[in-house]
């Protein structure tokens, strides 16, 4: 049977060889032919079911990811931090710590620094200036 995602792709073919006045008739699926009625009847009742099984399963999904989102399964990439741990690190470079020992002392690679974690999950002073005087 014609999976979902291929019958769009397949239907734009079928109607740009139907427009050239030709047609599609497969050497493997007998079934797969636009030149007889019966054929096109075929494909179109394919495509009928190929969309309904994809209705289904984009239904099933999403109800899936609502209930574990209910549940509080997170999505996504892991924070590198937890939320405690970034709001430390925020406090001590307000505090004139320098990113470099702020990322250290969590054990943080050094391309992970605060300024570029950026909001995923990251660190992202909120008010400190990128170069420090004194």
């Known amino acids: 049977m014609l999976r979902s995602k291929i019958w769009p792709k397949m239907n734009r073919i079928v109607e740009r060889l139907t427009e050239k006045s030709a047609g ?3 050497l493997d699926e007998p079934w797969a032919d636009t030149i007889s009625p019966s054929g096109r009847m075929v494909m179109t009742i394919f495509a009928g079911i190929a969309e309904f099984e994809r209705t289904l399963i984009i239904s099933r ?8 989102k209910a549940r509080g399964v997170a999505f996504g990439r892991p924070k590198k931090m937890r939320p405690d741990q970034q ?4 406090k001590l470079v307000r505090d004139g710590k320098s990113i470099s020992a702020v990322a250290r002392i969590f054990k943080r690679p050094p391309r992970d620094h605060p300024l570029r974690l950026g909001g995923v999950g990251g660190l ?5 200036p990128l170069s420090r005087t004194g």
């Open 124 to 128: 992202m002073p909120v008010s400190v």
């Open 87 to 90: 709001e430390l690190a925020r």
């Open 61 to 68: 999904t999403s109800g899936g990811r609502l209930a574990a």
């Open 24 to 26: 599609l008739q497969s």
